[in-house]
């Protein structure tokens, strides 16, 4: 069996050997594009690369990036505990062509890869292309040889990748791998598409074109390439599972979640708890150590967001102390030779986290008897917005905790009465700041941006 960290090496090995420079992945906190929250693809470090606008001495690269997809234009926190293949922190595995190799190298290297390297069965394979791209049909058909059985044309919605409104852009190409029958779910491009049989593994961009501001295309003089296979997913493949947490290096981060609450860790009850806090200590532990501190605005509410989260799903799993903090050794231990940077944080890390647990420890719990009596009460479907906002204001549940507990008991959340309770707290601190505005200009200053006028309470427990 191929443990995650041998596949990591084995991907970055197959590629060095094809000429690709090994890239070591760069922070969470993307230096290149303020606009983007976190880096969430492994292209994100190359951005001006492909644009032109940097040059490098080589024109192949490869690299595993540390993503984050929790906030932002990719999220994938819902989606953590009820998917078998989503993360919020997750590696990405990528090879790069800056205007050196395009369509037929790269699914000559995807495919080679997949079927010889690791000695992937081809009929588990099955390959999508956008619906106009004639080239690729014709190498994945003629050249590779793949059933036709096994292969769909996609719209632009799935296949067809840009950068933004305007520059490179162009059609996709995906491998999925079907987990088999006894696993809900249907092929690419069908209805069912979204259930866990039919996994994607890789996605190749093919950027073919230069979108204009008036939205024309221009053919790109030198083509490039942009792939990303999750390691994760890959790994559970390969490790005989359809599902990610059933991999070494979560079932190893599960058990230490499971001894550091006290709790059994094959409890099937337990296992979406489980699987959430192991997944977001990954993401925590990663944030803290590029820089991030959990805050109450920006980035750091994220990481606040995800932290709450993971806390809460502990407390559901009966830890009676904080435990999160705990589990930043068996994670480093895991992941520490991949990436050195996580090891040498890990004291740090330990201390922000053991910090932000004592913090919530002093509202969770009566912020949680407070929703059960509330959801006690409920008579139709929905907990109304006065409510989520209480515990929001006074207990510091951020809307998503509360929403995913409400989840769990068949309910939603009244997010436009949240949001209208939201915007009368913000216009009675406007009223308030007006009236301090002779004696402290720091707090009218404050008071004009969304949160910084209550950060002198965060320490009471009172959080935004
Ligand atoms: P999906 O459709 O499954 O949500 P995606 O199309 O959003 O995936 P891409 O943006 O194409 O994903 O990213 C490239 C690869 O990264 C995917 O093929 C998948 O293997 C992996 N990946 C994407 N999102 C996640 C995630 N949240 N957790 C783990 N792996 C992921
Ligand atoms: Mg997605
Ligand atoms: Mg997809
Ligand atoms: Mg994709």
Redesign the pocket.
Known sequence: MMGTNALRAAFLDYFANKQHQVVPSSPLIPGTDPTLLFTNAGMVPFKDVFLGREARDYTRAASSQRCVRAGGKHNDLENVGYTARHHTFFEMLGNFSFGDYFKREAIGYAWEFLTVELGLPPEKLWITVYEEDEDAAAIWLDEIGVSPDRFSRIGAA?NFWSMGDTGPCGP?S?IFYDHGAHIPGGPPGTPEEDGDRYV?IW?LVFMQYNRQADGSMEDLPKPSVDT?MGLERIAAVLQGTHDNYGIDLFRTLMAATAEAVGCDLDDPERQASLKVVADHIRATAFLIADGVLPANEGRGYVLRRIMRRAIRHGHKLGATEAFFHKLVAPLTDEMGEAFPELAAARAHVEKVVAQEESRFAETLAQGMTILDNAIADLSGKTLDGETVFKLYDTYGFPVDLTADVARERGLRVDQEGFDREMAAQRERARAASRFSVDYTQAVDVAGTTRFTGYGAVEDAGQVI
């Open positions: 799935d996709c995906e994607e996605n990303g």
